[in-house]
């Protein structure tokens, strides 16, 4: 198989970039996304030119390193799909294809295709635990938790912190991400204690960070390649509106005490 | 000689006894301390974060953008613990003793013990953290059984285990940072290990964004790094883990033990062309319900389908027919390499066996299958366009897991004062052959619970001496690290990191892989320095040393990778007989298993680094048997 790529060619986050057009040759179709741009990186350093910079370690969908989009579309728009995924099968042979970072004020641009995402790691920092120093733990079968429960929670902790989400999002936001790791932790029995004050930290931080709001797309779930349901957003609100008001009702009855 | 300050006193009592021998830093003093974590993995992330709450100044660094993405977010199948929630047998004796017959009686007991106590204290820590582990439906926490054991003991949460085990390190590492104990170095490489007076007091490193080369002080070290499967080229392991970290520490006088001990898995998907860069684990799980078997005739190109029952040849089974399907990788491996060999393969290559769910579809029924290994199903659909709820899976092992790795005694300290090692990077309790869902355990004892206990004790009874970035040996060793990049952009010959890797790769696997004869290992010991050679003179790279430049990074861990193999080679070559992974043709028992020989090989073999040209100096920590008596491991 052939194929002509448009790449995002950026030397450094002050650079600036631009597309430059490739064509690559020799491709099968049990290759995958990466492995054709590995053959296209050995032809450049053969050549004496910079190879495309992009992210990847796993290669199996796990690590959430990789992630740019095609045409367009993050990951390539397969469901539940990574790029490290994605085989060359899925693609007509002689297509032409745009390859780009992902667009967000909160992902500044690295190099080539690789961004700055360590802003997902603040939000973490900001609340997304459940603190529970070594040496603390009670026996594990004593903390009973529903299967259904432990479940949703599973579901939600399934995320790879790729970043998709934000990318596909016409506001840059980080919602879904946010919901996933707030859904985990307020889901179980662990996490309850500090379910409301988690919340409110980790959406303040999200927003502190520059992500955009939610306008309701719905196309961060759409291109999850680990298929978070969007209806985690909605629960994430719920809490959120709990917590305010809950907030508020303190500062209330401290007020009048 | 070696002495890996075992506790005395009864197995039992070991640890209890070492916990309370060892001395304490009290509290106020903790913020003194500077300790360095290299890695964050499960072990790393576990370390620095446990010691941050206790109050130590604590430096992660990982080369990964977050910690997050560290190898081990890759383990699929689960998490031992002696729990005995089936009561179904199992014991902390239990565990200890079939990791110790697991590993082919090459592992030392106290540690092993050790590891097997603490599996417990593990689980409990985990739930704490909001690990959602699979659950029955009563809410308490399901289990099931995992490659060469016959108890229920593994715990898991669906096919993502180790997803979910390292987020949870992760989170409390992320609160620990945020609480100011712990200062997290992203994208930055450490290249190089400094001592100062004898003692280990601080690394090297490369922020792989601008190329900065720095030098950053520390009272301990941890190296957690991971294995070095990677130097096979194709293995189940993340592109980008390497071996730089503990070849660094070698090359400054760390021992290096048993490195030839490597792990093949024999449940992994076929390579299927020749630009394939890694290759993808099915979990070992798999084999808990699914039937490995190949067809009876040879070159037999039928659909596995069409292929009657009596014309199929359950290899496992037959062979083992008390552990079935369920024998320890090394055996599985082998014994599909063998009918491989014979020219039962299937699959385009005709490398592959069958692993057929079809029975375990009648049993349980399609859905309670999905439920427990959807995602595994999901990602061989992905990779080879089949969907095994149909057809059986074809599956090839591949290497996986390095049970060789730094020496180091029961505190997990290296024989560099000052320098510990924990998880896949130290070689610690695999013994010849890593037992399934061990090494998520071993990797969280050791930073969770072992590093806490003793690089405190290591503080208290040593006076250390404040340094600065101003000694001498921290300039010298920044000048070299930087003096070797310098060396590799400036070749500029014709072919790539990734050529020579490859190349590399399928010389170690054919000489030095599944099966090793002293014939194959001299072969591979006259390419070796070849290659090296090559590599030197030949490499091609583009840019310069002052930006992100990851050719050069590749490069600068390949050419790591070029001396390890040789030593993994010279070590294959001196342990004349065959245990666990380690597989000498020469070796073998009647029945074409590992013969071990333990009148010469009972120890571990800790090789010393004598010089670039110079052979290295073999070191023997002998190890005895109290407990567990030594026996030809069987499975039959
Ligand atoms: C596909 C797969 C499935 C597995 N499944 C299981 C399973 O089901 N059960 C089980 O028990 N085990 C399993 N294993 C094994 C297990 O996952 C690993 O042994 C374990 O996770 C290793 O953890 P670690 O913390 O030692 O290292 P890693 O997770 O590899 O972490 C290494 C860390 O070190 C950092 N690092 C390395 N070198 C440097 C350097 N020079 N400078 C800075 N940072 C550096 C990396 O950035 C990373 O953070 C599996 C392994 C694989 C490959
Ligand atoms: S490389 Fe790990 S998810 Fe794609």
Redesign the pocket.
């Known amino acids: 198989m052939k194929f002509t790529l448009r790449i995002w060619r950026q030397k450094s986050r002050e650079a600036p970039g631009k597309f430059v057009t490739y064509q690559v040759d020799g491709i099968t179709p049990d290759m995958s996304f990466l492995e054709m741009l590995d053959v296209l990186n050995e032809e450049l350093l053969a050549r004496g030119e910079d190879p495309v910079a992009f992210e990847h370690d796993?290669r199996?969908g796990i690590c959430g390193s990789c992630g740019f989009l095609i045409n367009g579309l993050a990951h390539g728009g397969r469901r539940g799909t990574t790029v490290c995924q994605l085989s060359m099968r899925f693609f007509k042979d002689g297509e032409t294809l745009t390859l780009e970072p992902w667009r967000a004020r909160a992902f500044p641009v690295v190099r080539d295709l690789i961004v700055d995402r360590s802003a997902f790691d603040r939000i973490i920092q900001a609340g997304g635990f459940i603190s529970a120093p070594v040496g603390s733990a009670p026996d594990a079968n004593a903390i009973l938790v529903p299967k259904d429960i432990a479940d949703t929670a599973f579901e939600a902790a399934a995320c790879i912190g790729c970043g998709a989400c934000v990318a596909a999002c016409p506001n840059a936001s980080a919602m879904l991400f946010t919901a996933a790791k707030l859904v985990h932790l307020n889901v179980l029995p662990q996490g309850q204690p500090q379910r409301y004050q988690r919340t409110l930290n980790m959406v303040a931080a999200m927003e502190a960070e520059g992500f955009g709001s939610c306008t309701n797309h719905g196309e961060c779930a759409a291109v999850c390649p680990k298929e978070i349901p969007l209806e985690f957003i909605g629960r994430m609100n719920r809490d959120l509106r709990r917590a305010i008001f809950r907030r508020r009702f303190e500062r209330w009855r401290d007020a009048t005490q | 000689m070696l002495d890996a300050r075992i506790p005395s006193g009864p197995l039992e009592q070991k640890w209890e006894k070492c916990r309370f021998e060892m001395q304490l830093v009290s509290p106020a003093n903790r913020r003194k301390y500077t300790i360095i974590v290299?890695?964050?993995?499960?072990?790393?992330?576990?370390a620095a974060a446990t010691l941050g709450q206790q109050g130590y100044r604590v430096h992660c660094?990982?080369?990964?953008d977050t910690?997050r993405?560290?190898?081990?977010?890759?383990?699929?199948?689960?998490?031992?613990a002696a729990k005995n929630y089936r009561n179904d047998g199992d014991s902390v004796y239990r565990l200890f003793y079939d990791t110790i017959k697991g590993g082919d009686f090459r592992s030392r007991e106290a540690n092993v013990y050790r590891l097997a106590e603490l599996s417990l204290n593990i689980i409990d820590q985990c739930v704490a953290q909001g690990v959602p582990f699979a659950r029955e439906y009563g809410g308490l926490l399901d289990t099931r059984s995992?490659g060469g054991v016959q108890v229920q003991r593994?715990f898991?949460a669906r096919g993502q285990?180790?997803q979910q085990?390292?987020l949870g390190a992760y989170q409390a590492l992320q609160e620990q940072i945020a609480a100011g104990t712990v200062t997290m170095?992203t994208r930055?490489?450490?290249?190089d290990l400094v001592l100062i007076g004898g003692r280990v007091r601080g690394?090297i490193?490369r922020d792989l964004l601008t190329g900065a080369i720095d030098a950053h002080v520390a009272d301990a070290v941890v190296?957690?790094?991971?294995?070095y499967?990677n130097v096979f080229y194709l293995?189940?392991?993340?592109k980008?883990?390497?071996?730089?970290?503990?070849w660094?520490a070698y090359r400054r006088g760390a021992l290096f033990a048993n490195p030839c001990f490597t792990q093949i898995?024999p449940t992994c998907i076929p390579q299927s062309s020749e630009h394939q860069s890694k290759l993808?684990?099915m979990?070992?799980?798999l084999r808990n319900d699914g039937r490995v078997w190949v067809p009876k005739k040879k070159g037999d190109t039928r659909p596995p389908n069409d292929i009657p029952e009596d014309e199929r040849d359950y290899f496992l089974e037959r062979r083992y027919p008390r552990f079935g399907n369920l024998v320890p990788r090394d055996l599985a491996s082998r014994a599909a390499k063998e009918v491989c060999d014979e020219g039962r393969g299937v699959g385009p290559q005709g490398r592959g066996v069958y692993l057929d769910f079809a029975d375990a579809i009648k049993r349980m029924g399609v859905e309670e299958v999905r439920e427990k290994y959807g995602n595994i199903f999901d990602m061989y659909e992905k990779i080879t366009g089949e969907d095994a709820y149909k057809v059986p899976m074809r599956i090839y092992p591949a290497p996986?897991?390095t049970m060789g790795g730094l020496w180091v005694d029961y505190h997990l300290m290296s024989n560099l004062p000052g320098l510990f090692v924990?998880?896949?990077?130290n070689f610690s309790d695999h013994g010849a052959n890593?037992l399934?869902?061990?090494?998520?355990?071993?990797?969280l004892a050791?930073?969770y619970f072992i590093l806490p206990a003793t690089i405190p004790n290591y503080l208290a009874t040593n006076s250390l001496e404040p340094v600065s970035v101003s000694h001498p040996a921290f300039s010298q060793a920044k000048a070299e690290v930087a003096e070797r990049l310098q060396k590799l952009l400036k070749i500029r010959g014709r072919r790539s990191p990734d050529s020579f890797h490859r190349e590399l790769g399928k010389l170690m696997w054919d000489k030095c892989g599944m099966t090793r004869s002293a014939q194959s290992l001299r072969e591979a010991l006259a390419r070796l320095p070849e290659l090296r050679q090559e590599f030197w003179e030949n490499l091609a790279l583009v840019g310069t040393g002052e930006e992100l430049n990851q050719s050069l990074e590749k490069a600068n861990r390949v050419s790591d990778f070029l001396e390890l193999a040789e030593l993994m080679c010279i070590d294959a070559l001196h342990r004349e007989e065959s245990c666990g992974c380690h597989f000498r043709i020469e070796s073998q028992t009647p029945d074409e298993e590992a013969k071990r020989d333990d009148e010469r090989f009972c120890y571990v073999a800790a090789w010393e680094w004598k010089g670039p040209d110079r052979a290295p100096e073999l070191h023997k920590e002998p190890l005895t048997f109290e407990y567990v008596h030594l026996t030809q491991r069987s499975y039959k």
């Open positions: 796993c199996e | 290299v890695g964050a993995g499960l072990a790393g992330a576990s660094f990982s080369y990964h910690p993405r560290a190898h081990s977010i890759a383990a699929q199948g689960g998490i031992n995992f593994t898991y285990t180790g085990l390292l170095h930055t490489e450490m290249l690394i490193t190296l957690a790094t991971g294995g499967s293995s189940t392991n993340a980008a883990s390497n071996c730089t970290a503990i660094r898995h993808t684990l979990s070992e799980s996986h897991y924990a998880g896949e990077a890593r399934g869902a061990s090494a998520l355990m071993q990797g050791d930073g």
